[in-house]
C-alpha cells in the first residue's frame, strides 16, 4: 500500500493573508497558480499509477477540494470521486474574522510547542491529533484490498498525519516544515509496517 498525503495548492490565504479577515477559512478558494499546481501533480500522479486508479480522499475545506477535483482530472482519474473527510480539515485557530494570529500567539505557541499549544477559539495540534488518527485507522482497514490512496490535506494537519502512521512522538511533528504546496509526501507499507518513502524538511536546529 502506498499512502500519497498531498498539501492543496497555493491558496488566496497563502498569497494574501489579509483574506483571512473578511473570508472564514474553510471557504478559501486556490488561486490561479494554485490551480495549475494541483493539474501539475494530477500528471504527475498519472505516471506512478499506470492503469491502476488510486483512492482519494480530502479535506472539506474548499481549496482542498478544489486541489482533489484539478488532480483527479488532469490524472484522468474517471473513476476516482474523491471522498470528501472534514475529520482531515486545517487546525482550526480562531472563531470568528478579525481575530488576528498576533504576536502574543506566536510567542505562546513557540513556547508550548504547535502540538499541545490551543488557540482560544480553535485548536491544539493535539485536538487534530485526536481526529486524524481514527480516520487514517479506518482508511487502512476499509482499503486493505488497495495499493495506493491520495489524501489532500493541509500542512500542520499531514505533520500530524506523518507522525500517527509512523507512530512518532510530537516532537517529530514539531520539527518538520510544512511540505510546499501540492507537496507530495509518500508513506508505503502494510498497516502494521508502514515506512517514510519521502525526504523530510526539517526546521533549523530541530533535525531529529
Not at 482531515?88 to 494570529?101: D, K, S
Not at 508505503?188 to 524538511?201: D, I, M, R, Y
Amino acid at each position: 500500500m502506498r499512502i500519497f498525503l498531498i498539501r492543496h495548492g497555493e491558496s488566496a490565504g497563502n498569497a494574501n493573508h489579509e483574506i483571512y479577515n473578511t473570508v472564514p477559512d474553510n471557504k478559501i478558494e486556490l488561486t490561479d497558480l494554485g490551480i495549475g499546481q494541483a493539474r501539475k501533480v494530477g500528471v504527475k500522479l498519472r505516471e506512478e499509477f499506470d492503469v491502476k486508479v488510486p483512492v482519494i480522499y480530502s479535506s472539506t475545506h474548499k481549496r482542498a477540494m478544489q486541489t482533489a477535483e484539478n488532480l483527479a482530472e488532469s490524472a484522468n482519474f474517471i473513476h476516482s470521486k474523491a471522498h470528501y473527510e472534514p475529520r482531515i480539515i486545517e487546525q482550526e485557530w480562531r472563531g470568528h474574522l478579525n481575530e488576528p494570529f498576533d504576536d502574543k500567539h506566536h510567542w505562546l505557541r513557540t513556547q508550548f510547542g504547535s502540538f499541545h499549544y490551543r488557540f482560544d477559539t480553535g485548536e491544539s495540534g493535539l485536538d487534530v491529533y485526536c481526529r486524524v488518527k481514527p480516520f487514517l485507522r479506518e482508511i487502512l482497514l476499509d482499503n486493505k484490498h488497495t495499493d495506493d490512496i491520495i489524501i489532500v490535506s493541509h500542512g500542520i494537519t499531514i505533520n500530524i498525519m506523518i507522525m500517527a502512521l509512523l507512530n512518532e512522538l510530537p516532537e517529530f511533528a514539531e520539527s518538520i516544515k510544512y511540505p510546499k504546496n501540492c507537496g507530495c509526501i509518500l508513506i508505503e507499507g502494510g498497516k502494521n509496517s508502514l515506512e517514510l518513502k519521502s525526504e523530510l524538511v526539517y526546521r533549523k536546529n530541530k533535525k531529529k
